[in-house]
């Protein structure tokens, strides 16, 4: 079952066992902390208040106290199907009309402000915060309300208004409509900036589209956004601002691994506006042609100078050859050399070399890296004794876990602190665990600074040599494993040694180790043997 809702919905299984445990009205115990387990409880209670908003800002806009929504969607060209499909509501133009209802359904004043559904004066007065607003239901990739957009109908300010901050809401870790554009058969993520563009695409078969929610990208978006597609495109205004959170959007995927290009709308026109004028094909064209990151930044760069003079051309081309620095594909950087040689009649010899200098002068800790590596290349030897191989595979988790964070959760369920034998190691790990833990995250190069300068070396040549792996996960299963027989066969030699000193082993003490040495070399065995079904599989 939970195999099935993961493949069906796109859940990785304790997302499909939350998923699940909501639709059963399950609480799924969160943790032995019980300020964790109220706010587990409160989360939920915000969500069924959540519904409950959802319904009643639902019924409203179908009354005739939401005509003026109602016409504004028809207006814009939505449909009823894609009004039921959104949740789409409205607020009605009262102060206290959701503030009522919800009261009459049971639900505590307490309750109701830390919704952030409903506001309190000074004088105590409740009143609501949505009034008389487009209603757009924000939902979590499992489908359920954890928030609320409004608009206004004429032009009053602010024009949008969201949901405040709550346990059940943080914009900075969700994206609109994601739970519908997860599903899309279109490759890749379209991400646009409004609501309404993001309805207007999907009724026309665009389904693979998405928005960010009232701020610029963050890297906790771009990281889900990578879990459900590699190939990211940006479709921001055209304006100074929208171009300069679109390259911050694009920058902080491209630094997550994504595939990233930009989608140029034109005549600054949104995709709403467009794509109700030109019909949704002509918009597929315009994402097929999107452009990557490299040649977005250099038709950003053309703009900003003019090209007619020879010193704008000089100060154009060395911007460029700064951008194409810092492209770490060669063929790519090539390409993009003889593009722009051909195309302003400068020798491809000359931006190369100009490309060169500026790929020279690298950071300190890209500097330490290299050296670092230089020198592990050169004193790398393999490892003997049991325990230094266990030394080493811990190296590689921690190496690993920098490179790749999402790994920490498999860590933090079977490889503790107290399982690290060698006590840099476990120190190492207590300060990476830690920045886990504060979601602060870790990198190669600030792992480097953590270790001593002797260990370095080391974990710079792990880095540069074994981090390289097809599937993260398997990678460190598979280490994890190697660990475990490590230890086992330490602990065979030891009570072999023990064996051979029968006489000084206590009455009955022989016996027992003999039966552990038994044990011990059944396990291992068993580990050898399934390790040589992988690997006759994997050939």
Not at 154 to 169: G, I, V
Not at 227 to 251: C, F, H, M, P
């Amino acid at each position: 079952m939970f195999k099935f809702i993961s493949l069906a919905e796109r859940l990785d299984f304790l997302e499909a066992v939350r998923f699940l445990a909501e639709r059963a009205k399950i609480m799924l115990p969160e943790s032995d902390d019980p300020q964790e387990e109220e706010r587990a409880r409160l989360k939920q209670r915000i969500l069924d208040i959540n519904l409950l908003a959802a319904r009643f800002f639902n019924e409203a806009i179908n009354s005739r106290h939401g005509e003026a929504a109602a016409g504004y969607l028809n207006k814009r060209g939505i449909s009823q199907s894609t009004v039921r499909r959104f949740g789409l509501g409205f607020s009605y133009n009262e102060w206290d009309s959701l503030y009522k209802y919800l009261k009459a359904q049971g639900i505590t004043e307490g309750e109701m402000l830390k919704s952030g559904l409903v506001l309190q004066s000074r004088s105590g007065q409740m009143y609501d915060r949505f009034k008389g607003r487009l209603m757009f239901p924000i939902f979590d990739v499992r489908g359920n309300v954890i928030g609320f957009g409004g608009r206004v109908l004429d032009d009053s300010l602010p024009k949008y208004m969201n949901s405040p901050e709550t346990p059940a809401y943080n914009k900075r870790k969700h994206l609109y409509a994601l739970n519908f554009a997860k599903n899309s058969e279109d490759t890749g993520l379209i991400i646009v900036e409004g609501y309404m563009d993001v309805i207007s695409l999907h009724q026309s078969g665009i389904t693979n589209v998405v928005a960010s929610l009232g701020t610029a990208l963050t890297e906790s978006q771009g990281r889900i956004l990578k879990k459900y597609a590699d190939e990211i495109i940006i479709s921001y205004d055209a304006d100074t601002a929208g171009q300069a959170a679109t390259l911050r959007g694009l920058e902080l995927l491209n630094d997550i691994g994504c595939s990233v290009r930009v989608l140029s709308v034109p005549d600054g026109k949104d995709p709403d506006d467009y794509i109700r004028k030109n019909g949704p094909d002509r918009f597929r064209k315009l994402a097929e042609n999107a452009l990557p990151l490299v040649e977005y930044k250099i038709r950003m760069l053309k703009n900003e100078h003019d090209l007619d003079k020879t010193d704008g051309r000089i100060a154009f081309l060395n911007k460029a050859a700064g951008v194409m620095a810092k492209v770490d594909n060669v063929v790519e950087r090539e390409m993009y050399i003889k593009k722009l040689s051909r195309e302003y009649e400068i020798s491809e010899e000359a931006m190369l070399s100009e490309v060169i200098r500026r790929t020279r002068p690298a950071g300190r800790q890209s500097l330490k890296l290299a050296k670092a590596v230089e020198a592990a290349k050169r004193s790398a030897s393999p490892a003997e004794s049991i325990e230094a191989k266990l030394i080493q595979n811990e190296r590689f988790i921690l190496s690993l876990l920098c490179v790749d964070n999402s790994i920490y959760k498999t860590l933090k369920e079977i490889f503790d602190i107290d399982q690290y034998t060698g006590g840099e190691n476990r120190k190492t790990a207590q300060i990476l665990y830690r920045r886990m833990e504060e979601r602060k995250g870790t990198t190669p190069a600030e792992l480097l600074n953590i270790v001593s300068a002797e260990e370095s070396d080391e974990y710079a040549r792990i880095l540069n040599e074994e981090c390289h792996c097809d599937d993260n996960q398997k990678a460190i299963l598979g280490k994890i494993r190697d660990i475990e027989k490590l230890k086992m066969e330490s602990r065979r030699d030891k009570v072999i040694e023990l064996l051979k000193n029968e006489s000084s082993l206590a009455e009955g003490e022989e016996a027992k180790l003999k039966l552990e040495l038994k044990n011990l070399m059944q396990e291992i065995n068993a580990i050898n043997y399934k390790n040589l079904s992988r690997e006759g599989r994997g050939k």
